[in-house]
């Protein structure tokens, strides 16, 4: 009885672990269908352009996502007219949908949508606001992390998502597929 206990205690572990480090570079994006503040139900596969889309987690609240806002929403106009579009996520169980569709949807002009009780976060792994996941058109992760390396906009010397984008558009596979995300901690549900 012990040792089945053990065993199934080891396998728990490492299920949490697995779930924890979300989903990899390389790794297919499961389909996915959230609420939109404009009230209908939108899928990952309906909002994704003809070379892909953008995840990426917001926040209504964040000062660092707001330091954003233009940055991305310039990016995202580039690169919609090349076939990808952006799709916000915000997952913050401490901003209410009201909330979201009046301070952090009229922000940004791509799609906002709402990840009741942080599954999507979950699955994918995503810890703070702004994060992306850059997707091709078959759903396979081709960039996770930072939008650039510099908060303030003032000193940005690497444009990681601008970069990876470029790189397959041109055919060529993406070099740098991880950088490190910055900003604030998305505000998950407590567990009860």
């Not at 953008?54 to 310039?74: D, H, T, W």
């Not at 952006?86 to 952090?104: A, C, L, M, Q, Y």
């Not at 601008?162 to 490190?180: C, S």
Request: glycine letters at 8%; proline letters at 2%.
């Amino acid at each position: 009885m012990k040792r089945a206990f053990f065993l199934f205690t080891v396998l728990i572990t490492l299920a949490v672990a697995a779930n924890a480090q979300g989903i990899a570079v390389g790794a297919t994006m499961d389909d996915f269908t959230l609420q939109g503040t404009d009230g209908g139900k939108h899928s990952l596969n309906s909002l994704k352009g003809k070379n892909g889309a953008v995840v990426m987690f917001l926040s209504a609240q964040c000062p660092v996502v707001k330091g954003y806002i233009e940055r991305i929403n310039a990016v995202a106009a580039d690169y919609k007219a090349k076939g990808i579009n952006f799709i916000g996520i915000n997952s913050n169980s401490t901003e209410d949908f009201n909330w979201v569709k009046s301070d952090g949807d009229q922000n940004f002009k791509f799609p906002m949508l709402i990840d009741k009780g942080n599954v999507l976060a979950d699955k994918l792994g995503a810890t703070v606001t702004p994060e992306a996941y850059y997707v091709n058109a078959k759903n396979v992760l081709l960039y996770h992390g930072a939008i650039d390396n510099d908060r303030s906009g003032k000193a940005i010397t690497d444009q990681y998502l601008r970069t990876a984008f470029d790189l397959t558009l041109a055919g060529k596979p993406v070099e740098r597929t991880k950088a490190n995300a910055f900003g604030c901690t998305i505000k998950r549900l407590k567990a009860e």
